[in-house]
């Protein structure tokens, strides 16, 4: 039996029209052969009535705060409803069809609600359902634990829950259906040039998301990878093939006739401040450890004999500050930066990319503040207000 897993976002089963085009194109893989297991978020986004936000909004105003447990309860009945709403429109369409909560498709977590980490699946009842003809619905964000609890999984939860079942029924591919047409070479709010990027590797996902880029959950990623299975971000409005998640990109590739790129997309992350520690290393030794003790996170770093440059967000700025000042530390603060990171599996070893770099931005006039670089990105600190010229010039530059 061929299975693929086709996880439908809110804004995807948010209309009438839009859950039509769901119901579409879960037949359209029907009739191609594969079985589908249909993962779903809940109906809309903020302002929808049964949008996860709109109920904690209801519960909220009406009886106060919840707690942990109440909470998870609640937050798992928005894509429960979707669930047995897709379920039921499905079935109207001829095709069979069963919903199921998280906990009955097999999800296990453990018992950290709202932000519950999985530890298994057991899809023994889907296989079931599979194997009787019938497309197993999943109420995606949500698991069980081994005590029977609902759980939540937190931010990204939904693309978590299908690559979890993806892996573990062995699925030929997971698809990730929301509005855009795939993955792009930019933010396309910010560069008008970005494109869809048609293949790209698990890892240069994981520096996209790690350098601000709205892409996948790295956990549905990282499940997805350790089981070799191919992601496909996909558009439900429309027929574009989309951007492959895969490890052998090379392959893909040649195979589809598209052209080989150095750099693979340009991200970026605002809210970024640089501290300057104006003492020399061996000072430094257990500032470092006093900052992480404090639960500030360091970005860009870079360590010289008389000082230390590091960058943080900027809603630690106030905190950072004290803590300095109260260890006796001189320091200078820049505010109001970016983060601009180029990112390429394929750099690697290629000489010239940081003078490409460091060429296109300052023919512009953009000052890079710092800059720190790994086998698959080289980030350069400039100022906020330089971003959007800064990934157009580099978008330009790598022929994205």
Do not use: W
């Not at 869809?196 to 590797?201: E, G, L, R």
């Not at 512009?364 to 503040?369: F, K, L, Q, T, V």
């Amino acid at each position: 039996m061929h299975i693929i897993v086709q996880k439908f976002g809110g804004t995807s089963v948010a209309t009438s029209e839009s859950r039509n085009k769901v119901v579409q194109k879960i037949k359209k893989a029907v009739e191609s052969g594969v079985m589908p297991v249909v993962v779903v978020s809940a109906i809309g986004r903020k302002g929808a009535p049964y949008a996860t936000d709109t109920l904690i909004e209801f519960v909220s105003e009406t009886a106060g705060e919840m707690s942990p447990h109440s909470s998870d309860m609640l937050l798992s009945c928005g894509e429960i409803i979707s669930a047995v709403t897709m379920t039921t429109l499905l079935e109207k369409e001829g095709l069979k069809a069963q919903a199921f909560t998280g906990g009955q498709a097999g999800i296990i977590t453990d018992n950290y609600y709202q932000k519950a980490d999985l530890l298994c699946a057991k899809p023994e009842g889907l296989l079931a359902a599979l194997e009787a003809g019938i497309i197993p619905v999943v109420a995606g964000f949500q698991g069980m634990t081994k005590d029977g609890n609902i759980t939540t999984l937190g931010r990204g939860g939904s693309d978590t829950s299908a690559a979890m079942l993806g892996a573990s029924l062995k699925a030929e591919r997971i698809e990730i259906y929301t509005d855009v047409d795939g993955i792009m070479t930019a933010d396309p709010n910010i560069c008008g040039k970005a494109k869809i990027i048609p293949a790209i590797s698990y890892t240069e996902v994981f520096q996209m998301a790690d350098s601000g880029a709205k892409v996948i959950h790295p956990r549905a990623v990282e499940y997805a990878m350790r089981a070799g299975i191919p992601l496909v971000i996909k558009n439900t409005f429309s027929d574009e093939k989309g951007t492959y998640i895969l490890q052998n990109v090379e392959s893909f590739i040649n195979k589809e006739k598209h052209h080989h790129k150095v750099i693979t997309s340009v991200a970026h992350r605002y809210h970024r401040t640089q501290f300057t520690i104006r003492h020399k290393v061996s000072e430094l030794d257990d500032l470092l450890g006093i900052i992480a003790n404090a639960g500030i996170s360091i970005d860009l770093i870079n360590i010289f004999p008389n000082d230390k440059v590091f960058t943080i967000d900027e809603a630690d700025e106030k905190a950072l500050k004290c803590l300095l000042e109260k260890q006796g530390y001189s320091y200078e603060v820049l505010p109001n930066c970016a983060k601009v990171t180029v990112i390429g599996e394929r750099m690697t070893g290629v000489p010239g990319v940081m003078a490409r770099i460091v060429r296109a931005l300052s023919k512009e006039h953009i000052e890079i503040y710092q800059t720190a670089d790994s086998l698959t990105t080289i980030a350069c600190l400039i100022k906020e207000e330089h971003v959007a010229k800064a990934i157009d010039v580099l978008h330009d530059e790598f022929h994205l």
